[in-house]
Nanobody, 116 residues
Framework: VQLQASGGGSVQSGGSLRLSCTASGSIARVNVLGWYRQPPGRPRELVAS???????EISDDVKGRFTISRDDAKNMVYLQMNSLMYSDTGVYYC???????????WGQGTQVTVSS
């Protein structure tokens, strides 16, 4: 499975960005697509994930501000990020797995920078 993420960039605090990720290759009928991030100097952390059928898990840090969605016809996952804060700065990674938290594959990462 290959994952190609896009949509990162620089934005001021309070702004919005939308990340997209396309999965290709041997995609399982039931899978979990997700987004992790790595803030500067900190370990990677779960942002949000979504299973085939729409069940989601959202980090408490972004709940109410970020929305994860998927388009199974296109094998894509999206992360709509609103009310961005400086603490949201980091490299965002798209992930793919066949069960929760498996993260068998990772995308290349896309940088999100929020200025205060």
């Amino acid at each position: 499975v290959q994952l190609q993420a896009s949509g990162g960039g620089s934005v001021q605090s309070g702004g919005s960005l939308r990340l997209s990720c396309t999965a290709s290759g041997s995609i399982a009928r039931v899978n979990v697509l997700g987004w992790y991030r790595q803030p500067p100097g900190r370990p990677r952390e779960l942002v949000a994930s979504i299973r085939t059928g729409g069940t989601t898990e959202i980090s408490d840090d972004v709940k109410g501000r970020f929305t994860i969605s998927r388009d199974d016809a296109k094998n894509m996952v999206y992360l709509q990020m609103n009310s961005l804060m400086y603490s949201d700065t980091g490299v965002y990674y798209c992930t793919y797995g066949t069960r929760w938290y498996a993260n068998d594959y990772w995308g290349q990462g896309t940088q999100v920078t929020v200025s205060s």
